[in-house]
């Protein structure tokens, strides 16, 4: 009976030490994470973010650029997209935006969310009942609305290295929409 229990023991420090070695074999940090393999098929439209982007806005009325940096990571166990937006040039003050993005396959639906750590707010962009996430051409296009605005994203992917971002808004429930109100061309840093 003792060699069966000494077999047990040493069964379990074998399992414990390899099960330990197994965990910190995977990274802890990662610069961008990794997409899971079982994340839905949907979160590819979003995977062009991953990574590390560089822009400028059009000349500020006072002459300048802003200076734009994008960062997109996979996150939540690679089933979801978290983007940063630092700013910098703006009214000379700095901002941070992070977007996270997650396509829920139990409603059929993306769910988009704005954190607008500068101005400590979170928007509600799309959800099951509101807003909506499309593919059109060359462009993803997300549209969020709220009792008084709508609000039209569009990402035209130009190439793995380029992409262009603008955003406009309409006041009629998308029957007209203002110019663009924001556009940033980006480049690939990393």
């Known amino acids: 009976m003792k060699s069966w229990m000494c077999v047990l023991v040493a069964a379990l420090a074998i399992t414990t030490v390899t099960g ?3 965990v910190a074999a995977e990274p802890a940090i990662t610069n961008y994470g990794e997409r899971n393999p079982q994340a839905p098929a949907e979160l ?3 995977s062009f973010l991953v990574g590390k982007w560089s822009g400028t806005s059009p000349r500020l009325p006072d ?3 802003a200076e734009w940096t994008w960062i997109g990571r996979y996150i939540l166990n690679g089933m979801a997209i978290a983007d940063e ?3 910098s ?3 000379g ?3 941070l935006g992070i977007t996270l993005r997650q396509f829920e396959t139990e409603h059929d639906a993306w769910i988009v969310e704005f954190l607008n750590v500068s101005s400590s707010f979170l928007r509600r962009q799309v959800n099951p009942s509101a807003g909506s996430v499309s593919r059109e051409a060359d462009s993803v296009v997300v549209i969020s609305e709220d009792a008084q605005l709508r609000i039209r994203e569009r990402y035209r992917v130009v190439d793995q ?3 262009t971002y603008t955003m406009d808004q309409s006041k009629d429930a998308g029957r007209s929409w203002d110019p663009v109100s924001i556009e940033m061309r980006m480049t690939r840093v990393e």
């Open 20 to 22: 330990r070695d197994a």
């Open 93 to 95: 003050k700095p901002y």
């Open 44 to 46: 590819d439209l979003f």
């Open 161 to 163: 290295n380029h992409f």
């Open 89 to 91: 040039g703006l009214e």
């Open 63 to 65: 002459g300048n650029h």
């Open 85 to 87: 937006l630092h700013v």
